[in-house]
């Protein structure tokens, strides 16, 4: 695991106290807790000696759960066997951690249909993210790549958004819309996604059904910046054609592969990125909006938390504008009332 995404781990796992504010300091973040009042400090240090966590603020109940939550995440080695651990029993209380117990997993891209029979070496790749984040809206992108464009996007480095930090998503996110010979991004507000889930639903459709014009509607716009590229690649979410009809209807000769794990190919691994960067970016110009701290990504308690504060503070007719209204994140808001 890498710093940035233990970083984003305290950040979600804290969430569900309170507000969460971040803030880049010498040497490492800070992370500014505040619930009912109380406020608590996390300075986390990154130095030569590895990870310290330092707590500030009054001793509280808040400071006490913050403690908790915190030394429940673990920096795992290769062997997955080290952890952070420690205690606080002041509100300067230190942990540390062995720098060489950061690890990360990716995966490697590659060039997925280069033994296919007739692969012309450009090609389409597409792919989603907001799917399983109940706030933000939901993303679907495409690449157009040509063999030279992903060597270069592959030495940059580009691979799975989810093997990525944020910050690496946003960067590679320009190199690659420099690179590429064509590339969409559709961004489906929370809004607008709740009324066409709905409205897909009362016709019998399920989530996959919205997922599949997101990715016609994407492979469609950037086919026409690009009309001779002639192949494209989708990871295989569902069993149906959809996808390949929806093609079919706008491009005959476009030939539509689905594959299992697509992500592996260094086109969608792309849109993947561009995709994710979106969702971001989202994500980030909804906060002010919301009005409660940091939105937290993915669709666990954090998020719950978040969904109710911002009801609380304004309103429940608001929600709809922020969240994936049929997640079961919806149902558990008055739980604890």
Not at 71 to 81: A, F
Not at 129 to 140: A, E, I, R
Not at 154 to 183: H, N, P
Request: with cysteine; aromatic share 8%.
């Amino acid at each position: 695991m890498e710093f940035e995404e233990y970083i984003n781990r305290l950040e979600e796992s804290l969430c569900t106290l309170g507000n969460v504010q971040t803030k880049s300091i010498n040497y490492g973040v800070q992370i500014v807790l505040t619930a009912a009042g109380k406020k608590v400090t996390l300075n986390i240090y990154n130095g030569k000696k590895g990870i310290s966590l330092v707590w500030g603020g009054e001793n509280s109940e808040l400071q006490d759960q913050a403690i908790g939550l915190v030394h429940q995440i673990q920096l795992y080695n290769n062997k997955g066997s080290n952890a952070a651990g420690g205690s606080a029993g002041n509100a300067s209380a230190e942990v540390t951690a062995s720098s060489e117990a950061l690890h990360f997993s990716s995966s490697s891209p590659r060039f997925l249909l280069a033994e296919e029979p007739g692969f012309p070496g450009v090609w389409l790749g597409s792919d989603e993210s907001g799917k399983g984040d109940y706030f933000g809206p939901l993303v679907v992108a495409a690449v157009c790549l040509d063999k030279k464009g992903g060597d270069a996007l592959l030495a940059a480095g580009v691979k799975d958004c989810k093997a990525l930090t944020d910050e690496k998503v946003l960067a590679l996110a320009e190199v690659i819309r420099s690179t590429a010979l064509a590339f969409s991004v559709l961004v489906m507000k929370p809004r607008v996604y709740n009324m066409r889930y709905e409205q897909i639903q009362k016709e019998g459709g399920s989530l996959n059904k919205l997922l599949a014009l997101g990715h016609v509607a994407a492979l469609k716009q950037a086919w026409q910046k690009y009309p001779l590229c002639k192949w494209a690649l989708v990871d295989q979410f569902a069993r149906n054609n959809d996808i390949p009809d929806g093609v079919r209807a706008f491009a005959p000769d476009l030939k539509v592969l689905q594959r299992h794990r697509a992500e592996e190919d260094i086109a969608v691994a792309s849109a993947s990125v561009l995709a994710r960067a979106a969702f971001l970016q989202a994500l980030q110009q909804m906060a002010p909006e919301a009005g409660i701290g940091r939105i937290p990504k993915g669709g666990g308690e954090a998020a719950t938390n978040a969904a109710r504060r911002l009801v609380q503070k304004q309103g429940m007719d608001v929600l709809e504008g922020f969240v994936k209204l049929h997640f079961a994140n919806t149902k558990k808001l008055w739980e604890f009332e």
